[in-house]
């Protein structure tokens, strides 16, 4: 009994042989991580280049400042002729943060329109390192009554809109050798029957946004050279306070406090509280994060 404790006891100390034969960057932080007088650089965009849709206003507005504060080079796609003010006021601050922030109008329903734009971008920078597709619309209407042509263009701007601009991006990112990482805007309402809100088509929308994620990072998940990845993802926020919102309390006036009384925090969320998920999402912090969503909604799917 005494021998088995003894051979117990020197067991417990003998060196982990699973990782033998590993390479010693697999075992410790990479090397750039290693500068104590920056903190958490793998948060870090310095040099980046990323296309935000639907960036004229809103969350994709409030996204793409996120990644100008971070140090990235961000262009703002949307089909509006001119970006809502706050745009211009996010740019005149970018300087101070060592990125850029510009403007092109573009519709996402567009193919030929869209490849070209992001090719002209990827060009003048000889690379391309993601996407925030955070272009959407919506239309509330009761499923009996749901108008074909409705049908036709919510899919086409949800569902085809991020679809075309995944393609378009990832096609600049292949062929410039540029790993990198996309978000796709979805939302909690791509996994319930969000209560209240007769939207049947933009929630279907939302499940397609989810899936093709999934597909997306399958594909391209070994795309560039040595086998580095294009990571792919979706944010599925939940009910948040943008101008398409506040249109839905115009036409369904009881939508906010039956939202409110449903969500755990007893509010709904605003547009900042999600930069720094999209943040993470983008950058080096989430490496090994892709072919998944994140759900951020304060607690409403969790009942």
């Excluded at 089909?79 to 740019?91: C, G, I, K, M």
């Excluded at 601050?93 to 403007?103: E, F, I, K, P, T």
């Excluded at 796709?184 to 939302?206: H, T």
Aim: aromatic share 8%; proline share 4%; charged share 20%.
């Amino acid at each position: 009994m005494a021998l088995r404790q003894t051979r117990l006891r020197r067991d417990q100390h003998q060196p982990n042989t699973s990782t033998r034969g590993i390479s010693k960057i697999a075992q410790r932080i990479p090397e750039h991580d290693s500068d104590s007088s920056r903190r958490f650089r793998e948060f870090e965009l310095d040099g980046r280049v990323y296309v935000v849709t639907g960036g004229a206003r809103g969350l994709g507005l409030t996204l793409a400042e996120a990644l100008v504060e971070a140090g990235g080079s961000v262009y703002c796609l949307d089909r509006l002729s001119a970006p809502a003010d706050d745009f211009f006021e996010s740019q005149a601050r970018a300087d101070r943060h060592g990125g850029s922030l510009h403007y092109r109008k573009v519709d996402v329903q567009h193919p030929q329109e869209l490849d070209d734009t992001i090719a002209t971008i990827a060009a003048e920078h000889k690379k391309l390192d993601g996407l925030v597709a955070a272009a959407g619309i919506q239309y509330i209407c009761p499923a009996i009554d749901y108008p074909s042509d409705q049908i036709t263009n919510m899919m086409d701007t949800n569902f085809g809109g991020v679809f075309l601009s995944a393609v378009s991006c990832a096609r600049q990112m292949i062929r410039y050798d540029t790993p990198g990482s996309m978000v796709l805007i979805a939302s909690m309402s791509g996994l319930i029957a969000n209560k209240g809100l007769r939207s049947s088509v933009y929630n279907c929308s939302k499940a397609a946004v989810i899936q093709m994620a999934r597909n997306f990072a399958m594909e391209w998940g070994k795309i560039c050279s040595a086998g580095r990845p294009i990571r792919v993802n979706a944010l599925c926020p939940g009910n948040i306070l943008t101008p398409m919102v506040a249109k839905n309390f115009e036409d369904e006036p009881h939508l906010k406090a039956l939202w409110e009384s449903e969500n755990m925090l007893g509010r709904i969320s605003m547009p900042h509280e999600y930069r720094g998920a999209v943040l993470f999402m983008l950058s080096d912090a989430s490496s090994f994060m892709t072919g998944t969503h994140l759900v951020i909604d304060g607690g409403y799917t969790a009942w």
